[in-house]
C-alpha cells in the first residue's frame, strides 16, 4: 500500500529527497555585492582612493564600483547627504559635518595628510610668518576641512582673525594659477599644487599643517548604504588593506598610477616632484584608538563655532566593526 506524505507516494518522496541532495551537493554562486558609488577628491588625498579603483583590488574582492571625482572632500560629502554617493572619503571636520547633516558614518581611517597641507605664499612677496598675512588676499575652499582648519585654528594661533585678511573662496585646483597672476598673495592648499607651486617657483612654504593637526582622512558611508550592505562594506574594507600593502611594498607602481592620472589632465610636473608631494602621505587602513579623542576635539571646535547643532554620538558615527570583520578575515 503506498505510504503518502502531504499527498505523495513514497516513490515521489524518495525521488525528491534524492533531488534535494543533488541540488544541496552542487555550490551555489555566491549573491552579487552590490555596486558602489564611490566619491574622492582629485587632489592628493583622494588618490589612494583612484588607486584602488585602478588597481584590480575592487574586482578581487567581488565589488563593483561606480566612480564620483570631485575637486575637493566636502563636494563628496555633500554629495553624500544627498544620498547620490555611497562611500567617500574626507578629513574628521567635514565627516563630522556630514553626520550632523545627513547622518554620515565612519568606516575607516584611511591616511594621515596633514604633512600633504601648507599654506603658501606668493615668492615674490618674500613672507616668512602666518602674522605677515594681515591684509592680504589668502586663497582658501571656504567650507572644505583644510579651510576650516586655517580660519579656525592656524589664523587665530597666529593673532589673525576674519577680517585681518581677505579670504578668497577659490577650488583647490585654481589656485596656482591665481598665484601666478597675482590675483591671491597666499593659498591654503593641498598636494600636489603645492609642489607645482613650488617647483615653479610661484610661492613657498611657510607651514605645513602637521604641527597644527594630523588630518586623519576617513573613508565615510551613508547609514542607509551601511545598514543594507553590511557585507559590501567588510569586502571593501578587505580591498583597503591590500592597497594600503602596495603603498607600503609596491610604492613604484602606486607612483605610476597616480602619476599617469595627473599627466593625464595635462599637469607638467616631473615625476621626481609628484613623487615627493605623495611621499607626505601616509597610507595606512585602520581604525586606530586615538581616532575618537581627536574627533571629539575637532566635534568641539565646530560645536564652538556653531557648524554644527551637536557633538555626536560617537557609537553611531565611528563604526570600526567592518575593518576588524576584515582584518580577521585578510
Known amino acids: 500500500m503506498p505510504i503518502r506524505s502531504a499527498g505523495m507516494t513514497r516513490r515521489q518522496c524518495l525521488a525528491a529527497a534524492g533531488t534535494a541532495a543533488v541540488g544541496a551537493a552542487i555550490p551555489r554562486p555566491a549573491l552579487a555585492l552590490a555596486t558602489i558609488r564611490q566619491g574622492y577628491q582629485t587632489n592628493i588625498w583622494g588618490m589612494p582612493t583612484y588607486y584602488l ?5 575592487l574586482e578581487k574582492h567581488g565589488i563593483k564600483l561606480q566612480e564620483f571625482p570631485v575637486p575637493s572632500g566636502n563636494l563628496t560629502m555633500q554629495q553624500m547627504v544627498a544620498r547620490q554617493v555611497d562611500v567617500g572619503t574626507y578629513a574628521g571636520q567635514s565627516m563630522i559635518l556630514g553626520h550632523d547633516k545627513g547622518g554620515l558614518v565612519a568606516i575607516a581611517q584611511i591616511e594621515l595628510v596633514g604633512r600633504t597641507t601648507q599654506l603658501m605664499v606668493r615668492k615674490d ?3 616668512t610668518t602666518v602674522e605677515q598675512l594681515r591684509g592680504k588676499k589668502v586663497a582658501n575652499q571656504t567650507g572644505s576641512s583644510i579651510g576650516n ?4 585654528s592656524i589664523a587665530p594661533q597666529h593673532g589673525l582673525k576674519k577680517g585681518d585678511y581677505q579670504e578668497v573662496r577659490m577650488d583647490v585646483n585654481n589656485m596656482v594659477a591665481a598665484l601666478a597672476s597675482k590675483t591671491v598673495d597666499a593659498m591654503v592648499n593641498v598636494e600636489p599644487y603645492n609642489a607645482i607651486a613650488a617647483a ?3 610661492a613657498t612654504e611657510i607651514l605645513d599643517f602637521s604641527s597644527v593637526d594630523k588630518m586623519p582622512l576617513l573613508m ?10 553590511p557585507d559590501e562594506i567588510v569586502a571593501y574594507c578587505k580591498a583597503w588593506l591590500d592597497a594600503g600593502r602596495d603603498f607600503k611594498e609596491r610604492p613604484e607602481k602606486v607612483t605610476d598610477v597616480i602619476y599617469g592620472f595627473y599627466t593625464d589632465k595635462g599637469y607638467t610636473m616631473s615625476r621626481d616632484t609628484f613623487a615627493k608631494a605623495l611621499a607626505r602621505i601616509d597610507v595606512n587602513p585602520a581604525f586606530p584608538d586615538d581616532l575618537k579623542p581627536y574627533m571629539q576635539e575637532q566635534a568641539q571646535i565646530l560645536l564652538r563655532g556653531r557648524k554644527i547643532s551637536a557633538i555626536p554620538d560617537w557609537s553611531k558615527a565611528l563604526r570600526p566593526e567592518f575593518m576588524a570583520k576584515a582584518r580577521a578575515g585578510a
Not at 579603483?53 to 583590488?57: E, F, K, P, V, Y
Not at 582648519?149 to 579656525?152: A, H, L, R
Request: net charge negative; glycine share 8%; proline share 4%.
Open 200 to 202: 615653479e617657483g610661484i
Open 125 to 127: 612677496l618674500e613672507i
Open 53 to 57: 579603483i585602478r588597481s584590480g583590488l
Open 149 to 152: 582648519v586655517f580660519v579656525d
Open 220 to 229: 565615510a558611508a551613508t547609514p542607509d548604504f551601511v545598514q543594507k550592505n
